[in-house]
């Protein structure tokens, strides 16, 4: 058959169709490598003769179209016959593919009805399992009636493992009473394992019940056997043999071969077969005896009971700081840190071996942690508590703060990593438990007020060493004597070693220990108690004054004591802990230290207002100390206590009224003190004044040119010179607007003395100038000061300015000056008032007899 397609062109050239019509199929055009184009020319080619196709005469000669006409007719008709076949074949493939829907719908249906049937099946066995009523049958049948046989079989079978363990029950009563031996439960309890020990333990329980109701009292000894029996009915023994102490013994021995089984397997970390154990133990006091074994035997207890009897030793530097007010505590003591680190890893695994060897293992850890509390770590702490306290008051407090803070992060750590439930919180029970061992183990320390009581005892202890020197300078000053030097002398000596042999003998009575006394005499700036009973105590004028260092040091010592108070005493109590403080607070910084700072303060200001020798103003400079010590002091009790007392409205308030009333009552010192400087200022200013003669005023004409020279007159200077040491002394105390008041004050009161004193004297013309220049230099004095607004000081001295231009101007000048404004002062004229008092000083004018000085006065 020849080629077809593209596929029959040779590179020979051979046609693809033989000399006659094309002959090709299907397969010809379902090839895949058919092209149309090929396929054309194929068709083409077969109709050209070879000699038209080649040699130089073929391209001369006339083109033929029949041959190709009659090649692409036949192809034409052989392509509408392979048309006509491929419809055929179409056609009878479409009839297949409907015959084959049409089958797969009917198979479809009949696998429907058939899941249909399938479902009622089922339904209606679902519903005669679940006793419904199907088809009229009887609600009773199915299900229930198959759960009802199966409750019964149960039933059986119980009754009949009752009747089995009944009579295994009445056998062993008879052997045991009959011949005296429990060899049949001995044998299940050997080869019966731990289920045949459980059942062992339990029919020996019933055996020991039995023969307590059947064993009524003592019977004669039958053929020398045990003298205890059992009496029936009638009163007659019915037993040969002492049953009770048989089964007694048989317990006995059950329970040591549990528990030495329970520990063999303990010891080769068979955690499953401790369980079993366990679980039959469990009957034996409720497994007390296993807790026990399994608590006692436990290595960290081993391992701890040489250690924890040992002597609290540290360096003595950590203890030494632990006693010192001033130095950051060194922590927790290191003993107690690693009992409670290591005791933190050792819950943490062992709760692990617990949960895995008891069925009940939430009792078995509670057992655990007890011991773990109660025993090791209580005595450890309570040994470290009387280390501390061997120290001093201080280093206890600070000791039971750090174990507390410590062990109660061991105790949320814990209660965080879960135990039984790790990685979940621990279980409720787990952790009431740990709350109550932490509770137990500081709670004989915080019995009522024992607690705040000791904060208050050393905050005291510290205080009366502090204020040693200054109590001791000032109680000197008070009983100082004023005669003789030599009576003063000798009374000094006196009350030196009476105060110093008070406050030693107090420290010896209260039964301190050493290291705290040497603390505290540390504190006081003493020295060694035996070397102060041999020398005076020797104090300054430094020990009597305020210190703000002191004052920083008290406070802070009470801001330790209340962040301990916070963290350690309920907080029910510390409403009444902050008024407690409080009261110490006031008592000791407030009355005995800045009170009797001021007392002494005042006294010198009141023999100073009334010297009659320059007073000396020196103690002014100090209230700045008292002054900076008064706002610390409140802003520590408005930030420290009183928020602390929130919860309480009653001490709130009662706190507040005492605050308000010290701090007031020492506010009112401090004024009494700066009003008493004010008036001794004035006073002297006033005498300063006194010594101003009366021809400076009015000089002489052999005097005038040499006043003239002078600037100001002496007293002016004088004035001058104490005021500025006045305005220096009151800077050193006071600032801001204390300060500005205070000077403010001052200027007020020198410009009236100064007005007073201008119309004491009769000036001249040439004296008029010399007032203007004492005037100016009092004006330049108080506008050096830093007044500011206040009172309008540094304004009301230009007044003396206008009054001692009131000596040197003119008539017509004078005249424009007290000329009068009704209703008040305006631009060029004074208020009716004003030029009364000005009348005064112009009659103080030499001049005053002159016609124009007379002129002007009448007609002002």
């Given at each position: 058959m020849p080629p077809s397609g593209a596929d029959g062109a040779a590179a020979s050239g051979r046609t693809l169709f033989a000399r006659g019509a094309p002959t090709f199929d299907l397969e010809t055009f379902s090839s895949k490598d058919f092209i149309v184009k090929d396929f054309i020319e194929a068709l083409s080619d077969s109709a050209v003769p070879a000699s038209r196709r080649s040699g130089p005469s073929s391209a001369q000669s006339a083109f033929d179209p029949k041959p190709l006409i009659r090649t692409f007719e036949a192809a034409v008709s052989r392509l509408g016959a392979l048309s006509e076949e491929l419809e055929t074949h179409e056609n009878e493939l479409s009839g297949s593919v409907r015959r084959a829907e049409a089958q797969h719908n009917q198979n479809v249906a009949s696998l429907e009805k058939k899941l249909e049937g399938a479902i009622e099946s089922f339904n209606r066995l679902d519903s005669s399992l679940n006793g419904g009523v199907v088809d009229g049958s009887d609600g009773d049948a199915g299900g229930n009636v198959a759960m009802r046989i199966g409750e019964r079989l149960e039933e059986l079978d119980k009754q009949r493992q009752r009747a089995q363990d009944a009579k295994f029950l009445i056998q062993c009563w008879v052997e045991v009473s009959e011949k005296g031996r429990l060899s049949t439960l001995e044998d299940v309890r050997r080869i019966g394992g731990s289920e045949g020990k459980v059942r062992c333990a339990h029919i020996a329980r019933q055996l020991l019940r039995l023969s307590a109701r059947l064993d009524s009292g003592p019977s004669p000894a039958v053929n020398g056997a045990a003298r205890n029996g059992a009496n029936g009915v009638n009163g007659v023994s019915s037993s040969k043999h002492p049953t009770r102490e048989i089964i007694e013994?048989?317990?006995?021995?059950?329970?040591?071969?549990?528990?030495?089984?329970?520990?063999?397997?303990?010891?080769?970390?068979?955690?499953?077969?401790?369980?079993?154990?366990?679980?039959?133990?469990?009957?034996?006091?409720?497994?007390?005896?296993?807790?026990?074994?399994?608590?006692?035997?436990?290595?960290?207890?081993?391992?701890r009971s040489q250690l924890i009897t040992e002597e609290i030793t540290g360096d003595n530097e950590s203890w030494e700081r632990l006693a010192d007010p001033d130095a950051e505590p060194p922590g927790v003591e290191p003993s107690l840190q690693s009992l409670v680190d290591e005791v933190r890893l050792v819950v943490q695994e062992e709760s692990f071996i617990i949960k895995r060897a008891f069925p009940y293992y939430d009792e078995v850890l509670q057992r655990f942690l007890q011991r773990v509390f109660q025993q090791s770590v209580q005595q450890r702490l309570e040994m470290v508590l009387e280390k501390a306290n061997s120290i001093s008051s201080l280093a206890f407090l600070r000791s039971l703060h750090s174990a507390r803070s410590y062990i109660n992060t061991l105790v949320e750590e814990l209660k965080a990593h879960g135990l039984t439930e790790?990685?979940?919180?621990?279980?409720?029970?787990?952790?009431?438990?740990?709350?109550?061992?932490?509770?137990?183990?500081?709670?004989?320390?915080?019995?009522?007020?024992?607690?705040?009581?000791?904060?208050?005892?050393?905050?005291?202890?510290?205080?009366?060493?502090l204020l040693f020197k200054f109590t001791t300078y000032h109680s000197r000053r008070r009983k100082m004597p004023t005669t003789m030097i030599a009576a003063l002398s000798q009374r000094s000596r006196e009350m030196m070693a009476s105060a110093r042999d008070a406050y030693i003998d107090r420290l010896d009575s209260t039964d301190l220990p050493a290291s705290q006394k040497a603390m505290l005499l540390r504190v006081a700036g003493l020295k060694d108690a035996d070397n102060e009973k041999k020398a005076e105590i020797e104090v300054s004028e430094e020990d009597g004054a305020l210190s703000l260092s002191n004052a920083k040091r008290m406070l802070k010592w009470l801001a330790e004591g209340v962040g301990r108070g916070l963290e350690l005493s309920s907080s029910t109590d510390t409403p009444k802990d902050a008024q407690a403080l409080l009261g110490l607070l006031l008592s000791s910084m407030g009355e005995i230290y800045v009170e009797t700072a001021l007392d002494a303060t005042a006294e010198v200001a009141l023999a100073q207002e009334s010297a009659r020798n320059e007073p000396d103003l020196s103690y002014l400079p100090p209230l700045r100390n008292a002054i900076s010590i008064l706002h610390i002091l409140q802003t520590s009790i408005t930030t420290m206590l009183i928020p602390l007392a929130k919860p309480n409205l009653t001490i709130r308030r009662e706190i507040d009224k005492a605050t308000a009333a010290s701090l007031s009552a020492l506010e009112t010192k401090i004024s009494i003190i700066l009003n008493r400087a004010?008036?001794?200022?004035?006073?002297?200013t006033a005498k300063l004044l006194q010594s101003q003669k009366k021809t400076d005023f009015r000089p002489r004409e052999e005097d005038l040119g040499k006043m003239v020279e002078t600037l100001q007159t002496p007293t002016c200077l004088s004035i001058f010179q104490f005021l500025s040491k006045v305005a220096g002394y009151t800077s050193a105390a006071l600032d801001g607007a204390n300060m500005s008041h205070f000077l403010a004050e001052l200027a007020m009161g020198l410009r009236g003395l100064l007005l007073e004193h201008l119309r004491k004297f009769t000036v001249s013309l040439a004296g008029g100038l010399i007032v203007s220049k004492d005037v100016t230099k009092y004006v330049e004095l108080v506008r050096g000061w830093p007044i500011g607004t206040r009172g309008d000081s540094s304004s009301s001295m230009e007044v003396l300015v206008e009054v001692a231009n009131l000596f040197v101007v003119g008539p017509e000048a004078l005249r424009e000056k007290l000329k009068p404004v009704p209703g008040g002062s305006g631009q060029g004229g004074r208020s009716a008032e004003e030029v009364a008092e000005l009348r005064e000083f112009v009659k103080r004018r030499e001049d005053l007899g002159s016609v124009g000085m007379q002129a002007v006065l009448s007609s002002v």
């Open positions: 013994k048989f317990l006995e021995q059950l329970e040591k071969d549990l528990l030495k089984e329970f520990d063999d397997h303990y010891r080769k970390a068979n955690f499953e077969a401790m369980k079993e154990c366990a679980v039959a133990l469990r009957d034996f006091n409720d497994g007390a005896s296993v807790m026990a074994l399994f608590v006692n035997q436990h290595q960290f207890f081993i391992d790790h990685p979940e919180p621990v279980s409720s029970q787990i952790a009431a438990t740990l709350d109550q061992q932490l509770d137990e183990l500081f709670v004989p320390y915080f019995v009522g007020s024992s607690y705040i009581e000791r904060e208050k005892r050393n905050l005291e202890e510290l205080y009366s060493s004010l008036d001794a200022a004035l006073a002297w």
